[in-house]
């Protein structure tokens, strides 16, 4: 009866599992299709951009896509290879010790990013030689997560790098591997001037006089409008702009730390390499870590405390075990109306605990001993709990949070402060910033029937598809 009664447990704990596993495939699987369906919309609005800047734009929400997609795709594969393991027997850890214990999950975040420049001599002191122009944004993966900083146009007269985003992973483990890429493209002369020859053409006509200009201008239209120009219409078949990894680096949980900190970057292209862009090697940033048994509770419930030394049975108190402190509470209420605990016990890496057994005598208390040395003397507080499930419940958050410690290090010395990030804005909020919804209108319609009609955006003829595609990228993100 017993055999049959622990097939059935095995069975629904197996059950459970598959469930949990089903919920969150079926998430990851609507995060991949929204994915593709944002791929989708990118190509279109590529082929739809008349500037550069749009184009730029585009290209790197398709850049971002595409990585997302194959990111989403290898955890799906990870997890089906899982699932599959688990119906044959076999488990990860058969392979080597089982784990015990797994150790809570956290927030990571990176934020005050700035890449350093090393420009020559000649270009940034005596602004000798070509000014060029880069496109640049970093691309950051922790996990399967993956998010972006925004464009930033980059030339000499810059002496780093510097984003505004503070970017956050909120499922991180200790074991985290946070990869940056940097990539840039570089605006060459037919590229980056995608507006040229509507500006020559505009200098022209106020310099060759009014007839002149406008027949100037009419044939240079004419000729973007044939589709003789690249620079008008960039369809995914041309290609766009081009995105080229400059440089990479991996942070791990020996980089965070409560402050700025240089790190080293592994550099991608070379001087002859078109799209070069002379970095100085190194990437400065805060690295920030939150584990969650530093900012939510672990445990609470009611516990009687007595001080060494006390000659009485000790105090009653609504005892809750968060961070690094043991808070004690008159009252339960108490703590959740804000007020102030009436003592605090510390628990840290160097605090001793000490259990009564589980199995002593009946009429005895179960008790807990917390000690914490100060200097030459040693402060050692015992805990009685009402019952022998709550003792082990005790037991168990205090030696989960050791392991937590052991995991975390650093990061569970003190509660290290994150930055919730700001939303991106929707379109109508970026107007006078140039968002890519407002900068597709044209300052000049296109007469009816022309040779540009269709192929340049007006305000009134971006499609209801692309304006839903713009609102959505900026929403989510």
């Known amino acids: 009866m017993q055999d049959r009664l622990h097939i059935l447990e095995d069975l629904n704990m197996l059950y459970i599992r ?78 080597g010790p089982p784990s015990e214990r797994s150790p809570c999950r956290g927030r990571v975040c990176i934020s005050d990013l700035r890449i350093p420049l090393m420009w020559k001599d000649t270009e940034y002191f005596k602004n000798k030689g070509d000014l060029h122009r880069w496109a640049v944004f970093l691309l950051l993966q922790l996990g399967e997560e993956i998010q972006d900083t925004e464009m930033i146009l980059v030339d000499r007269t810059l002496t780093d790098i510097s984003f505004q985003n503070n970017v956050l992973f909120t499922e991180a483990g200790p074991d985290f591997e946070l990869r940056l890429e940097l990539y840039g493209a570089c605006l060459e002369e037919e590229g980056a001037l995608a507006g040229a020859p509507k500006r020559l053409a505009t200098k022209l006509s106020s310099s060759l006089g009014r007839s002149s200009g406008r027949r100037v201008r009419a044939s240079m239209d004419s000729a973007g409008g044939s589709g003789s120009s690249p620079i008008l219409l960039p369809t995914p078949a041309v290609g766009g702009p081009r995105y080229h990894l400059l440089a990479h680096t991996t942070l791990t949980l020996a980089a965070v730390q409560d402050g700025f900190r240089t790190h ?63 808070f004690c509470y008159r009252r339960p209420e108490d703590a959740y109306a804000g007020e102030e605990p009436l003592f605090t016990i510390v628990i840290n890496k160097d605090t001793r605990v000490r259990a009564g057994e589980l199995d002593q005598a009946p009429g005895r208390p179960f008790t807990l001993s917390i000690s914490n040395q100060y200097g030459d003397d040693e402060v050692t507080h015992t805990l009685q709990t009402e019952s022998r499930e709550a003792l082990q419940s005790w037991k168990e958050a205090l030696w989960q949070l050791f392991f937590d410690m052991s995991q975390w290090k650093q990061c569970c010395d003190e509660i290290m402060k994150i930055e919730t990030p700001a939303p991106r804005k929707p379109p109508q909020a970026l107007a006078k910033q140039g968002s890519l919804y407002h900068e ?32 959505s990228y900026y929403s989510d993100r």
């Not at 850049?63 to 076999?90: D, H, P």
């Not at 540009?452 to 609102?471: F, K, P, V």
């Open 18 to 95: 598959q469930m949990a596993l089903s919920l969150e495939d079926t998430e990851l699987q609507r995060k991949l299709d929204h994915e593709i369906r944002m791929r989708e919309g990118a190509c279109k609005l590529l082929a739809a951009c008349s500037q550069r800047e749009q184009a730029l734009e585009a290209t790197k929400s398709l850049l971002v896509c595409n990585s997302r997609i194959l990111s989403y795709m290898g955890e799906l594969q990870r997890r089906k290879e899982a699932q599959v393991l688990g119906k044959t027997g076999r488990r990860p850890s058969d392979t």
């Open 264 to 326: 080293d970057l592994t550099l991608a292209s070379h001087e002859e390499n078109p799209a070069w862009l002379p970095l100085y090697g190194s990437v400065c940033c805060r690295l920030a870590a939150q584990p969650l048994c530093m900012t939510q509770p672990t445990a609470s419930g009611t516990l009687r405390v007595q001080q060494a030394g006390e000659l009485r049975n000790g105090t009653q108190v609504h005892g809750i075990l968060k961070g690094t402190n043991l």
């Open 440 to 471: 597709m209108v044209l300052s000049e319609p296109v007469a009816p029937g022309g040779p540009g009609e269709g192929l340049l955006l007006q305000d009134n003829a971006i499609s209801a598809e692309i304006q839903a595609l713009l609102s």
